[in-house]
């Protein structure tokens, strides 16, 4: 059984770097197969996929335009674990912050979406 | 980027029956080289991250209902919940995984009548 946890602040101040880390059991960060994502929830922009990391004999990085100039995401294979980090936050970036795994996203996949989440995290951006 | 319209934003339906909720893409066609549509449907109770029902627009995920089904193809896509029980009530979501990046449809709200 797959299980995703997350970790990190829930405060950050204004300008500041947001920084979560999503724990994996039950399968590895460096699946051939898997791709691991941030995505983000709030009223104002919905459901907001931010990005994912995935090994394909290398790490490739994929992240939404809307947040490509301040995001990085980055895996551990020591810990099996993948983070992600905002930078320059606003109150904009408050929001509920999920990690999930794309089960497979190669071009035979047999699945496809989001099939397990982490419990969430919900950050808020004030000083 | 694709746009995923839903329709209509909440619904209220009776116990015991259907609901059907609609899922419009700004692309016409989200289907991969094997053919199969790259659209998913959630399930989000309050307090609860998103849960995968269905994907390839009409498989469902393990331990799902057989209640619960999707169709469509091209831009129009349906998620029907027939004989609508009371843990059904959520905010259900369709997503597009064709094209990166990623994205959600704005939610549907079921309630019951």
């Known amino acids: 059984q797959v299980q995703l946890q997350q970790s990190g602040p829930g405060l950050v101040k204004p300008s500041q770097t947001l920084s979560l880390t999503c724990a994996i059991s039950?399968?590895?960060?460096?699946?051939?197969?898997?791709?691991w994502n941030w995505i983000r929830q709030s009223p104002s922009r919905g459901l907001e996929w931010l990005g994912r990391?995935?090994?394909?004999?290398?790490?490739?990085?994929d992240y939404a335009a809307s947040v490509k100039s301040r995001i990085s995401i980055n895996p551990d294979t020591s810990k099996n674990q993948f983070s992600l980090h905002l930078n320059s936050v606003t109150p904009e970036d408050t929001a509920l912050y999920y990690c999930?795994?794309?089960?497979?996203?190669?071009?035979?996949?047999?699945?496809?979406?989001?099939?397990?989440w982490g419990q969430g995290t919900l950050v808020i951006v004030s000083s | 980027d694709i746009v995923m319209t839903q329709s209509p934003d909440s619904l209220a339906v009776s116990l015991g029956e259907r609901a059907t909720i609609k899922c419009k893409s700004s692309?016409?066609?989200?289907?991969?080289?094997?053919?199969?549509?790259?659209l998913a449907w959630y399930q989000q109770k309050p307090g609860q991250p998103p849960r995968l029902l269905i994907y390839?627009?009409?498989t469902r995920e393990s331990g799902v209902p057989d209640r619960f089904s999707g169709s469509g193809s091209g831009t129009d896509f349906t998620l029907t919940i027939n004989s609508l029980q009371a843990e059904d009530v959520a905010v259900y979501y369709c997503?597009?995984?064709?094209?990166?990046?990623?994205?959600f449809g704005g939610g549907t709200k079921v309630e019951i009548k």
């Open positions: 999930a795994r794309d089960n497979d996203i190669s071009v035979a996949a047999t699945k496809g979406g989001f099939d397990y």
């Open positions: 039950g399968d590895s960060v460096s699946s051939n197969r898997a791709a």
């Open positions: 990391t995935y090994y394909r004999s290398k790490w490739y990085l």
């Open positions: 692309q016409s066609g989200l289907q991969n080289s094997n053919k199969k549509n790259c």
């Open positions: 390839w627009a009409s």
């Open positions: 997503q597009q995984y064709y094209s990166s990046p990623l994205t």
